[in-house]
């Protein structure tokens, strides 16, 4: 299938919406490229002593989990050759700001000193090979999760640069994201207005439940949001939002149907055990709706669209989910089909652009009235 | 205030068409360990004396903290451990008598895995479930009853069910939610196997302690979490069970979600349902969707209530259930869920939902004789 030659959008009848894709991956051109950017030192290290210890050890149904169509005539690997990234993506589709997130995450090191050298050079490398070469992309800065004061360093680092538009975690941390442990992170965020955005992995080596490791792939993909809703529940209960009441949480990569249904049994514990949380004063679902966004992909699909237009009911609306294709992985959504027909045009608009925008800043949107 | 109570309930059960409900989440508290000694052989009647039964209480705790609001009803004294008689009577005065109760599936969630010694932990079991059986199922006849077993251990596990799984009273085998393991890896298979030849329904309930952290992100901080936290821990374990093929290798394994909540579960299956379509050569021997599987093999019970207090989005959480079949009212007597009794059933349901989810669910999944 030839799918840069048929771009199925049809620009002319949807020229106010703009498209912006929040989930783009891409890689370096050769194992070596992100060692470039780093100081000696760690170029030895990482020459000698390079592993992982992530979790999350399953073959993923392609090589990398690629799409076939996706590996470039160029023979590099799929999301590595910017050009080919327009040609099948940008361009045929007409997106209008893709957000990038790159393939690996620097926690996926032990090594807290060399996480945080191989974060610093992700991000140069970032800004140098994409941002700096094609200005749809916005980037993730990259941080040292485990090390949240090195992480607010690197955040200090890039919050100038606007072509940064959030801060990247992978949602297998260590521990649960709201604890204490994490705060330094999350309040170099507030101070440069930069959302913290979680997206499906495990940086680190836990096993992907809480009931220990599955046998299979389908498993690890499909329950990852066990993962995120433990992580919810971690923000809610130890009090993230009250204590960082201007810090935007983006999931990404974690599904959203479950998220309602989170909401109320967390409610339904508060009412009851709310005495173990006295530092969270409201129900916890009115925090999580002034404080979190989520993407579509991969989007719960009931076989009963009716189903899918109650899930935005029972989130309370449409501003707050945005849309993303995860090019060029095997579950990528094009943009013409990502969403059921019986969403309304009003509610394409916001999910498709509307939503990135308000929440990223970006100016696209902004029409001469200045309403976004 | 329990006068009150009972009223309310009276007049719930007399809204229904049907007079008959099946309570299927009633707890035999183990008021100490001393109740068991006498089921215990005599070497580990004297190494529980003599080192000491606080650490072999820990089981019956450590998932309910004694003070914790839902592990008691307010009109029960959290400083009173009482004796199983005094269980036994709490228990048809306040669910049995109060409500017209056919049966209630009762269990003791005394989680012995917990116990890094395997052999004390198999004791432990079996003085529970004989415990049960001579001092629940047999003066109660409303009672049916569900095992415990070392299922960190599945050989002993088995010997287990084998044991006292064909008392007449017996109707399910429970394992403790949270396991090292997920429960559809091969090294379970035997366990669910034994369950079924004996015509059991294995239930997941919450609880268990084996060690490993309760998230795939570490330690939470709080109880409370931990609560919420064990939605999570059902998913996992009904995820691996449908993919290791446990209901292809057992057709006629019925598996209860017992405190699971169940607001969850649509999205999960919608999730579930379209990566199996991208990913099922993984996994040949799962040849259906996996909500098929679902429909044909599990039940949830009702309480703890974890869906939406707005009625309007309750409603539509019904319809995406899909389903007024796969639901079993429970009280979750004595943990506590809800203040006032009219609360123990959602508003909302038909005549004829509300006539299953109280009885006729639970009747044909337990195959219960008609009251």
Partial sequence: MDIQAIPRLNKESSRHTKLVDCDVHVAPVAADSIAAYLPQRWRHHNARFYRTYQGDFYPRRSEYGERFDAWPPSGLRPGADLDFLRKQHLDAWGIDIAVITPITHPSNQANLEFSAALARAMNEWQLEVWLEREPRLRGSILVPTEDPEAAATEIERWAHDHRFVQIYLYAGTLEPIGRRRYWKLFEAAESNRLPVAMHFGAAGPHAPTGAGFPSFYLEDHAGASTMFQDQVTSLAFEGVFVAFPNLDFVLIEGGFAWLAPLMWRLDAAWRKLGGEVPHVDRPPSELLREHLWYTTQPMEEPPNPQHFSAILEQLGGDERLMFASDYPHWDFDAPDSALPTSVTPESRRRIMGANACRLYGLELCTDSKGNG | ?371
């Fill in chain 2, 1 to 371: 205030m329990m006068t009150e109570g009972m009223v309310r309930e009276r007049d719930l059960a007399g809204l229904s068409p049907t007079a008959h409900v099946i309570d299927t989440d009633v707890h035999a508290t183990l008021p100490s360990v001393e109740a068991l000694l006498q089921y215990l052989p005599e070497q580990w009647r004297e190494y529980v004396s003599l080192w000491g039964s606080t650490y072999f209480f820990r089981p019956s705790q450590i998932s309910y903290p004694p003070g914790a609001p839902t592990s008691r009803r307010p009109t029960i004294d959290p400083n009173s451990t009482g004796s199983t008689a005094s269980g036994l009577a709490a228990l048809r005065r306040d669910v049995l008598d109060s409500w017209d109760v056919s049966h209630a599936i009762v269990s003791c969630p005394y989680f012995v895995d917990m116990f890094h010694n395997p052999y004390v932990g198999e004791a432990m079991a079996m003085a529970a479930n004989d415990w049960l059986l001579a001092e629940w199922l047999d003066p109660e006849p409303r009672l049916r009853g569900s095992i415990i077993v070392p299922a960190s251990q599945p050989a002993m596990a088995v010997r287990e069910i084998e044991r006292v799984g064909g008392h007449p009273g017996v109707v399910q085998v429970v394992l403790p939610v949270r396991s090292a393991r997920p429960y559809g890896n091969a090294i379970y298979h035997p366990i669910f196997e034994a369950a079924a030849a004996q015509g059991l329904v294995v239930g997941l309930h919450h609880g268990g302690w084996p060690g490993n952290a309760p998230t795939g992100v570490g330690w939470p901080s709080f109880y409370i979490e931990e609560w919420v936290g064990r939605a999570a821990h059902f998913q996992s374990q009904l995820m691996s069970l449908i993919t290791e093929g446990v209901f292809a290798r057992v057709p006629d394994l019925r598996v209860a979600l017992i405190e699971a909540g169940w607001s969850w579960l649509p999205a999960f299956l919608w999730r579930f349902d379209k990566d199996w379509k991208g990913l099922r050569r993984e996994t040949p021997w799962v040849d259906r969707l996996p909500s098929a599987y679902v429909r044909d093999h599990v039940k949830l019970t009702l309480q703890p209530y974890d869906g939406p207090s707005e009625r309007r989005h309750l409603e539509l959480l019904y319809n995406q259930l899909d389903s007024d079949e796969l639901l079993m009212f429970s009280t979750d007597y004595p943990h506590w869920q809800y203040d006032d009794p009219a609360d123990a059933i959602p508003p909302g349901l038909t005549d004829d939902a509300l006539t299953k989810l109280l009885y006729l669910t639970a009747r044909e999944f337990y195959r219960l004789e008609d009251a």
